[in-house]
């Protein structure tokens, strides 16, 4: 098994809707999560931290499931700008940093 | 304005050849590391370094070399032994050991004529 899956997409979503990822893990150990943006051709940048308690921001929220072992992000009212690849991120230490393969979204006018 | 460069942006390189990547930070971070991405696949982790002088090696090490000089400079090099350079790369730096959040250079694309 993979350390860190994501269903690479595309999500293909109208302007205006939901649209939820998750990111399955293995390594229980792993102290910190985060998702990532990455435009094409452009470097990753961070998108927000995820927390048990969940953590909100505008129109994104992150969850983290320890028990279930996987971390989410739902989008709300998705603008065209949102389109990009979302990557799931796992820290536990400088040494251990793991990058899924990402998810790619693609919002439609 | 603070931030992490790096250079060259495209890079066309003969095989057989050695080339040198730079990445730049004026962050006062401590840790920096170097990542490659392939089409299709996560980033995956060459080397990194924790402090001066010190670099520990990555999953995918073999045929890549680094050195750690000064805190702000962190340079790869792609050696001849590297079988498929051919690539994304991507320098980060972290601000220290109780600080998560990676930043992002804008990274050098490799193309291996």
């Known amino acids: 098994r993979k350390e860190v899956e994501q269903d690479p997409g595309p999500f293909n979503v109208p302007e205006g809707a939901t649209v939820a990822f998750n990111c399955t893990y293995s390594n229980s150990a792993s102290q910190s999560f985060f998702w990532y943006r990455q435009d094409c051709r452009k470097e990753p940048k961070l998108l927000m931290s995820v927390y048990s308690s969940g953590n909100e921001d505008g129109r994104f929220t992150a969850q983290l499931n320890r028990a279930s072992q996987y971390i989410s992000l739902l989008i709300r009212d998705s603008k065209l700008s949102d389109s990009a690849t979302y990557l799931c991120v796992l820290y536990g230490g400088y040494q251990k940093v793991t990058f899924g393969t990402g998810t790619k979204l693609q919002v439609i006018p | 304005d603070g931030g992490i460069t790096q250079s060259p942006k495209y890079l066309f390189r003969k095989e057989g050849q050695n080339v040198t990547l730079s990445c730049e930070q004026n962050?006062?971070?401590?840790?920096m590391y170097w990542y490659r991405q392939d089409p299709g696949q996560g980033l995956r982790l060459i080397y990194y370094s924790q402090i001066v002088n010190d670099f520990q090696k990555g999953d995918i090490a073999e045929g890549y070399s680094v050195s750690r000089e000064k805190k702000e400079s962190f340079p790869l090099t792609v050696t001849s032994a590297q079988k498929n350079p051919t690539a994304f790369y991507l320098c980060?730096?972290?601000?220290?050991?109780?600080?998560?959040?990676?930043?992002f250079g804008p990274g050098t694309r490799l193309t291996v004529l």
């Open positions: 980060a730096s972290v601000q220290g050991p109780s600080y998560n959040e990676q930043f």
């Open positions: 962050l006062n971070h401590d840790a």
